[in-house]
């Protein structure tokens, strides 16, 4: 089993920067992929930011790509994701998710493990 807490979301104006943490409690952080969610009122869950068992590989859609980075403590059983450059487009409640995949993927329901959740508020 792993629990997973998000933290560091809050209200910011755009074009600031936001860092999220979640922390993980549980056996064997590193053997999860990680991955960063987001979903605004209406709208389906997506895809934010994924990182590799040992942090050497990532992945972003288009949308943060160059704006936001993942990465990850395994000593510290920690994922952040370092938000810069942000548009109100962003706004959304920002889930922590992880699962034994071998490969990174990005689908919702390929993650069994969920946070609940950290809002992050963008004004223009």
């Known amino acids: 089993q792993l629990q997973l807490v998000e933290s560091g979301g809050g209200l910011v104006q755009a074009e600031d920067s936001l860092r999220l943490s979640c922390a993980a409690s549980?056996?064997?952080?590193?053997?999860?992929?990680m991955a960063w969610f987001r979903q605004a009122p209406g709208k389906e869950r997506e895809f934010v930011a994924a990182?590799?068992?040992?942090?050497?590989?990532?992945a972003y859609p288009d949308s943060v790509k160059g704006r936001f980075t993942i990465s990850r403590e395994n000593a510290k059983n920690t994922v952040y994701l370092q938000m810069n450059s942000l548009k109100p487009e962003d706004t959304a409640r920002y889930y922590c998710?992880?699962?034994?995949?071998?490969?990174?993927?990005?689908?919702?329901?390929?993650?069994?493990?969920w946070g609940q959740g950290t809002q992050v508020t963008v004004s223009s």
């Open positions: 998710a992880a699962d034994e995949n071998t490969f990174i993927r990005y689908s919702p329901n390929d993650y069994g493990y």
């Open positions: 990182i590799s068992r040992p942090g050497t590989g990532t």
């Open positions: 549980g056996r064997a952080f590193g053997n999860y992929i």
